[in-house]
């Protein structure tokens, strides 16, 4: 997959369109805005992720000569557009929001600036990427706070739609949070851990539970979790699991990671009689791990019940965020750039206010509470407006103005979120680890309100627009009706 040029991952329309600019001489520097309208999962937040996958796209972006041979033999393109299309490369500007940030509705995550003929047909691989990631970030992140500090493990892969979306969304699970993962090419590629224990078949090809379990904890002593509910979790497989965690101690072997696996039943009823049967056998460190459908709702209330579960495998419901198996990123043209290098804007309308455009070529800052370290908003402003965070600041929700808050000087800060990714063509951001992104990404999380975490009705943290950039666009809008 790694290999393959994705130059035609893109929709018919970006290159019918890029044709139609070479031929109407169109060379504009223009603007283009990603951006996303709602949360997932009717959340309070998202993950951003996918952005090293996008710079690589970005680096190796070219038509080879089976690709012009290919569209040579749709019959739709003229020979002096091809042969433009030989020379292609991308020679514009990208900022973008660092992987793992928290972000919220209707502010840019990447922002290009590019001729109108590149900024069209990155299109549709960079929201393909993004949006894919950012889903299943997002989906890992609401998984590991239903978890509340419980280790969470990837394990979906069997069930993603293709290797792609195994391969990426592993990426993406654990820089939304996950331990690790199941998908041994993911760890290969991302450097990010591999974990797993056995299946049922490991049990059922051995004359009997005790033999299999015994067997396997020969084999791994320092990773020794073994599946419990092949039979009967209580009657066959807990008590059979003691024996051998006992006749482990017995032979010194240290039990250093051990324990229990469900994967089926009452997980909150087993999961309480297993700990006590493991506690007075002297095991109270071992741990007890399920699987089974799980998903943060189901984590969550099992957690309400008592359940003695301190290691959760998430498979199907994360990897292909089930509930929610789309991230509605657009891209959408906000600016072109004049002679003199000044932007002219761009608005789109539409009947659903939600769909109506922030235009110009703008930046985002991000305010912090001082006291709480807490996100209070995002702010979109133009490109070049400063703050001084010792003066009062007047926030309001711009489509519905007349809510407005104040922050007083001193009890804020501001930091700017989108940073420089490529500059006239040039990659000058060094993507971290998949590690480094996951506790940049802990960290995010910490600076947004527990109300805005919760899974029903969660408190809303508003993006904001500035006076410049609100005027702006009331001025456009009413340009537009005619009024």
């Not at 396997?216 to 092949?230: E, K, V």
């Not at 002297?282 to 799980?294: C, E, K, M, Q, R």
């Not at 500059?423 to 805005?452: F, H, L, N």
């Amino acid at each position: 997959m790694s290999s393959l040029n994705l130059t035609l991952l893109t929709d018919l329309y970006e290159l019918t369109m890029m044709q139609g600019y070479f031929k109407t001489n169109n060379r504009d520097i223009v603007v283009f805005d990603a951006f996303y309208r709602s949360n997932p999962c009717g959340g309070g937040y998202a993950v951003c992720a996918g952005l090293e996958q996008v710079i690589d796209y970005i680096k190796n972006l070219h038509f080879s000569k089976e690709d012009i041979s290919y569209l040579r033999s749709l019959h739709i393109f003229d020979e002096d557009f091809l042969c433009c299309l030989q020379k292609f490369r991308f020679s514009g500007d990208i900022y973008a929001v660092p992987e793992g940030s928290v972000i919220f509705p209707r502010e840019p995550l990447i922002k290009v600036i590019a001729p109108i003929m590149e900024a069209q047909l990155i299109e549709t691989a960079l929201l393909n990427i993004i949006n894919h990631q950012s889903l299943i970030a997002t989906k890992a992140a609401r998984v590991c706070y239903a978890a509340k500090g419980d280790g969470v493990m990837e394990f979906g892969l069997r069930r993603a739609q293709g290797p792609d979306s195994g391969v990426y969304g592993a990426r993406a699970a654990v820089i939304g949070g996950c331990l690790g993962t199941s998908n041994v090419l993911a760890g290969s590629l991302f450097n990010i851990p591999v974990l797993g224990t056995h299946a049922h078949s490991w049990i059922m090809s051995f004359p009997d539970e005790y033999t299999a379990f015994r067997h396997y904890a020969r084999l791994y002593p320092s990773a020794c979790i073994l599946l419990a509910d092949t039979y009967d979790t209580l009657q066959s497989g807990v008590p059979n699991a003691i024996r051998v965690f006992t006749e482990m101690r017995k032979e010194g072997i240290p039990l250093t990671y051990y324990g229990i696996r469900m994967d089926s039943g009452d997980l909150a009823y087993l999961s309480k009689k297993a700990r006590r049967m493991l506690d007075e056998a002297g095991f109270p460190d071992a741990v007890i791990s399920a699987s089974n459908d799980l998903d943060e709702y189901l984590i969550q209330s099992l957690k309400f019940q008592g359940a003695m579960i301190t290691s959760w495998g998430v498979g199907t419901n994360l990897i292909t965020a089930k509930d929610n198996p789309a991230f509605g990123g657009v891209y959408k043209l906000a600016a072109i750039q004049e002679k003199d290098g000044s932007f002219v804007p761009k608005i789109k309308l539409s009947e659903n206010t939600e769909k109506v455009t922030n235009p110009g070529n703008k930046m985002i800052y991000r305010i912090y509470d001082n006291d709480t370290g807490k996100i209070r908003a995002d702010y979109i402003c133009l490109d070049g407006e400063t703050f001084d965070t010792n003066e009062d600041l007047i926030l309001f929700d711009p489509n519905e103005p007349w809510k407005k808050t104040k922050l007083a000087g001193g009890s804020y800060s501001m930091r700017s979120l989108l940073v420089p990714i490529f500059q006239k063509g040039r990659c000058i951001y060094e993507s971290p680890s998949v590690m480094e992104i996951q506790a940049y990404c802990a960290k995010e999380k910490e600076t947004v309100w527990d109300e805005t975490k919760r899974f029903v009705h969660p408190a809303k943290i508003y993006v904001d627009l500035s006076d410049r950039l609100y005027d702006m666009k009331r001025r456009l809008l009413s340009k537009m009706s005619g009024i």
